[in-house]
């Protein structure tokens, strides 16, 4: 037997197995969709219009854990809609903080108010949420700005709602949020590949799927291995 053989070998069971161990923990709980359909979580908004990332208090009253993944979105009839910042699993008969990032520009956020599910974000922003860091002020604005443009267009208005909260509370000026809107945009276009006057065409659904990821693995096989 080659030794590029034994090697594709090795490296299929490693790959088998890392996919068998993610496809588990994802089976562990139920997703957080089911869980408001069973009637078993309650999500409330935490933190006051301005905050950034939000938070919201997830409490599960079910027998079952929830999984709570990046994109799932939060709604609220009398209050700002939310999309999860983070992968968070909440064990039963448990409450979990959970960030989020606001999705409507032209809303404000009231804590204390009950948040329901409604489906999960595109997967641009679903994107640029997994490569922000929640827990830096400078990254995180960015990353809210940049879901504002994402769901509001390049020239959402600036002067009511969240953004007039997180001015405040940051204390900058709307010149400074101009400037921040206008970085932002140049890192969305750089990221999809697009003209900044172009943003509002970016497709949607463009991430990859298991199928990319395994044909991706292959031809990386092929590569190294010559087989």
């Known amino acids: 037997m080659s030794i590029r053989l034994v090697f594709l070998i090795f490296v299929i069971v490693i790959f088998a197995a890392g996919t068998g161990f993610l496809s588990y923990t994802q089976s562990t709980g139920i997703p957080l969709a089911q869980a408001y359909t069973d009637g078993t979580v309650v999500i409330t908004q935490v933190t006051p ?31 700002q809609n939310l999309v999860i910042a983070q992968n968070e699993t909440v064990n039963k008969n448990s409450s979990d903080i959970v ?13 204390g108010v009950k948040l329901e599910v409604n489906g999960t974000s595109s997967n641009a922003v679903k994107q640029v949420i997994e490569e922000s860091n929640p827990n830096d002020l400078t990254n995180a604005t960015s990353t809210q700005v940049q879901i504002f443009i994402l769901t509001s267009g390049v020239n959402f208005y600036i002067y009511s709602g969240e953004p007039v909260a997180e001015v405040s ?15 932002a945009s ?42």
């Open 169 to 183: 509370n940051q204390s900058i000026t709307y010149t400074k949020y101009r400037q921040l809107v206008t970085a």
């Open 186 to 227: 140049a890192t969305l276009a750089t990221r999809f590949n697009v003209t900044v006057n172009n943003i509002g065409n970016i497709n949607q659904n463009q991430t990859s799927n298991s199928t990319d990821s395994v044909n991706g693995f292959l031809n990386w096989v092929k590569t190294n291995t010559g087989i």
């Open 49 to 79: 219009a301005g905050s950034i990332p939000h938070h919201v208090n997830i409490t599960n009253n079910g027998n079952e854990a929830i999984n709570v993944q990046i994109g799932d979105i939060l709604i609220s009839n009398s209050s």
């Open 99 to 111: 960030s989020a990032y606001c999705i409507q520009p032209s809303q404000r956020a009231v804590p």
